[in-house]
């Protein structure tokens, strides 16, 4: 009730009319680097960083907070229209949301994202308000040796990703395993697979590659059928068929628990739980061969996950200033430079700005939903535009969104290399997904496995006789048994001929 | 509603370029009391390079400076970010760039000294690759435990425990700063530390706080807000001297440990061939720039310790730290 009272008065400053515009300029601007593909939350937020000098501290954090979550929404849209992630935590989005724009349902698939990304978004902002000091205690347990668990557990749902052919669903996942093995070790310092190449020895980029695998080699497979004038699909509605609202709103639900808890813990990021949250959506789907050819549920789940992750991961800096990614961090720096330190103490002292920014965070969704849901109608048209016009528009872009983030042809290399071997992959009908899912995961896996290690002085076993780590351990050796059985059960039926699994 | 949005947009864009214009006029007024000296130079935009992401130290505290330094050189200076390779992706471009002073940037130890001492990257450039300007930051190294863990009072209970047991500290990777404070202690100290390497400090951090990692080894700058929140204990800072931003906190020096000191220091060089006359505009600029009682207070806050140093004792500082590196070799498999 206490937090009720003070949220409301957060809401008088949140609500005068200089912060509205910050908040509406800090979303529109998020919107922005979220849209343009290669530029993140992170180097949007770090620029603007010292033109917030001269404000007021309050003004200041609300509109760099927006660029942080509004850059969540923006990323869809490239991903549904363009099979090109505009960040990270889209690339998930594209395995679906491409799917629906090219059947006409373009709309569909933004319209479900916003609204996801709101409910995500607002719920999760609920659970910073109101129950942040006890649940960020609470993830302290969490430690390099539960997350390595963690990330076993989300390597097994790859399972799920791995198409029609067992063997290549193999191929991808030991490639994209292999590609996360490039660059430095974390506990010796060795350069692998550097091939004394300088820029090699940080390993690849995630979105360079994602851009490359996905929205490169989409051009260049649709470049080589004949692309005659062919009749676009006209843009229907924005809101799910009758039969698709009730699964769309359980994936938003399943969505919104799963962004919110990987939020907490430090050192994730917002790719793990749209990944999570697809291949769970995938995994309880009652015709999972939807899946990867336009269900809505791929798109609603993963896209409502990254907006909760953004409030869930915005616990361990108000409640302990613990920065959980490069983006907090840049956060956490504006706070400091402002004169306010987050942390345990930051309710007491500083109690009204916080909940002036936890207000504006409710304002800038609301703002961010009336400003996607008419556009949704908008962008959609984009998929209406002819390739061979839309083609080179999207090549410039990504590439020139490759080349700002670090500056760097090397990166624009990268993904011009990889949306060729996107292309060659593609044509041996070699799955994609596992690619990115295993890449993503394999290095957390490594870096928390060579921690852990340490923590242990080189026992493995120790790994498992901790609870929450042995725990999730347990249930991925489970769920490892189970999808093998089922798989070597459905081998012997008739009836299926491996259709069901996409 | 199209017409609403567009609308709001074109505001909010509007307001923007307005925050930016109230520095670039300053700019074009110092510029015309420039015009009475002999060279020319800068007469266009400079390139600063920060090897490191956009929001971390050395990103925040170069971005804080650079207004400070435009004022007095009249040009505006573009922070531009290179990261990778543990900052030598942007040192190598910096070492190749052209020296006609147009192109700047950060160094910062040990990392710099770290690339090229490791073996293993094989690596042509050196210190000799580049012409220093000024050191602008030093952030000293400390030792820090977690507010409740009293299985030590004060760095003699650590130091004595980590003497008869392995303990685990922290490290932001393999050759930072903070590795090198816990391999220096256990080659002069006997201490059995071990790094756990991780990406940053808010890793770190909930590391420690959630009792996984036992020490944390850090930057000043780094603990001193989480002890005001009472959740660390800072045990000792790695200098000769006290740090004015924690003056209740021993050295190591002091609680009887010898020379052990660690300290990330960052700072602005050029390429090599540089024309000298060029050259000192920029320390001059820089000079004045860091010097600016305003940018120091502004830093504080922040807490960074602005630490000017120029010529021989700037070079100084970066040869002995090559010597500690080289010291180290041994004990890091190099």
């Known amino acids: ?502 | 509603m199209k017409k609403l949005i567009l609308s709001l947009l074109l505001i909010s864009l509007v307001a923007l370029t307005a925050c930016g214009n109230g520095g670039s006029q300053e700019t074009s007024s110092s510029k015309e009391s420039k015009a009475k000296g002999k060279s020319n130079f800068p007469n266009k935009p400079i390139t600063l390079i920060v090897s490191f992401e956009a929001g971390g130290g050395t990103d925040t505290g170069a971005r804080t400076l650079m207004p400070y330094v435009e004022k007095e050189l009249g040009v505006p200076i573009t922070v531009v970010n290179k990261p990778g390779a543990g900052g030598w992706v942007g040192w190598s471009e910096l070492a190749r760039a052209k020296p006609d002073g147009y192109t700047i940037g950060y160094i910062n130890t040990p990392n710099l000294i770290t690339g090229y001492v490791n073996p293993s990257f094989k690596r042509k450039e050196n210190l000799d690759s580049f012409e220093l300007i000024a050191n602008h930051v030093t952030d000293v190294g400390a030792i820090a435990v977690r507010k409740d863990d009293d299985r030590f009072k004060d760095i003699n209970d650590l130091v004595e425990l980590a003497k008869k047991k392995q303990l685990t500290t922290t490290s932001t990777g393999v050759g930072s700063d903070d590795h090198f404070a816990a391999v220096k202690m256990n080659k002069n100290l006997g201490t059995k530390f071990e790094a756990v390497h991780t990406k940053g400090f808010g890793e770190n951090l909930s590391n420690i706080l959630g009792g996984h990692v036992d020490v944390m080894f850090a930057n000043v700058g780094e603990v001193v807000k989480p002890q005001e929140e009472g959740q660390l204990k800072v045990l000792a800072v790695m200098l000769p001297e006290r740090s004015p931003l924690l003056p209740d906190v021993p050295t190591l020096k002091e609680a009887g440990m010898g020379d052990i000191s660690s300290a990330s220091a960052r700072g602005i060089a050029v390429p090599k061939g540089m024309d000298k006359e060029n050259l000192d505009i920029l320390r001059a600029a820089f000079e004045k720039g860091i010097k600016n009682a305003k940018h120091q207070e502004k830093m504080e806050d922040m807490g960074l310790l602005v630490d000017f140093r120029k010529g021989d004792d700037y070079t100084n500082m970066l040869k002995d730290e090559e010597a500690n590196v080289n010291n180290l070799k041994e004990l890091l498999g190099w």
């Open chain 1, 1 to 502: 009730m206490e937090s009720l009272l003070q949220l409301l008065s957060g809401f008088e400053t949140a609500l005068t009319w200089w912060n509205i515009l910050y908040c509406l300029i800090g979303v529109s601007l998020g919107m922005l680097v979220g849209v343009l593909p290669g530029l993140g939350p992170t180097a949007g937020t770090a620029v603007l960083l010292p033109i917030t000098f001269g404000m007021e501290p309050v003004s200041a954090i609300i509109m760099l907070s927006g660029i942080y979550y509004g850059a969540m929404y923006g990323g869809t849209i490239t991903s549904v229209l363009i099979n090109t992630p505009g960040e990270a935590a889209s690339v998930i989005t594209c395995l679906d949301g491409y799917p629906l724009a090219k059947q006409g349902r373009a709309g569909t698939a933004l319209g479900v994202a916003g609204i996801g990304s709101f409910i995500g978004g607002t719920v999760s902002i609920l659970g910073l308000a109101f129950i942040g000091p006890p649940v960020a205690k609470i993830a302290l347990n969490f430690g390099p040796p539960e997350f390595f668990a963690l990330m076993v557990l989300g390597l097994t749902l790859v399972v799920g990703l791995m198409g029609k052919s067992l063997i290549k669903g193999m191929m991808a996942s030991v490639f994209g395993l292999t590609l996360a093995m490039v660059g430095t070790d974390s506990l010796t310092g060795v350069a692998r697979f550097a091939f004394g190449q300088q820029n090699l020895v940080n390993g690849f980029d995630f979105v360079t590659v994602a851009m490359g695998l996905f929205g490169l080699s989409e051009i260049l497979t649709n470049a080589e059928s004949n692309v005659k004038a062919e009749k676009m699909p006209k843009v229907k509605g924005l809101l799910p068929r009758r039969e698709e609202r009730g699964p769309t709103l359980a994936a938003i639900g399943r969505g919104t628990g799963l962004g919110f808890l990987i939020g907490l813990l430090p050192g994730s990021n917002s790719v793990i739980p749209a990944l999570m949250s697809y291949s769970l959506e995938k995994k309880l789907a009652k015709d999972p061969s939807r899946f990867g050819k336009g269900a809505v549920e791929g798109v609603a789940g993963p896209e409502t996950a990254n907006n909760a992750y953004c409030g869930g991961a915005l616990i361990p800096l108000f409640t302990l200033g613990i920065p959980s990614s490069p983006t907090i961090a840049v956060l956490l720096g504006a706070f400091i430079m402002h004169g306010l330190t987050p942390g345990p103490t930051l309710f007491q002292t500083n109690g009204n700005f916080v909940w002036a920014v936890i207000a504006s965070m409710f304002v800038g969704n609301f703002l961010l939903l009336i400003m996607n849901l008419p556009l949704a109608g908008v962008w959609a048209k984009i998929a209406t535009i002819p390739t061979k016009l839309l083609f080179p528009i999207i090549l410039i872009i990504s590439v020139l969104g490759v080349y700002s983030v670090n500056n760097s042809l090397w990166d624009v290399g990268v993904m011009l290399a990889f949306g060729i071997i996107g292309y060659f992959l593609k044509k041996g009908n070699i799955p994609l997904a596992p690619i990115v899912l295993t890449f993503v995961l394999g290095k957390l896996m490594e870096d928390s496995l060579l921690q852990s290690l340490t923590i242990f002085h080189g026992n493995f076993w120790a790994i498992f006789l901790r609870p929450i780590s042995g725990t999730l351990l347990s249930i991925a050796i489970a769920a490892l048994i189970v999808s093998l059985i089922t798989g070597i059960k459905k081998k012997r039926s008739p009836y299926l001929d491996g259709d069901v699994e996409m």
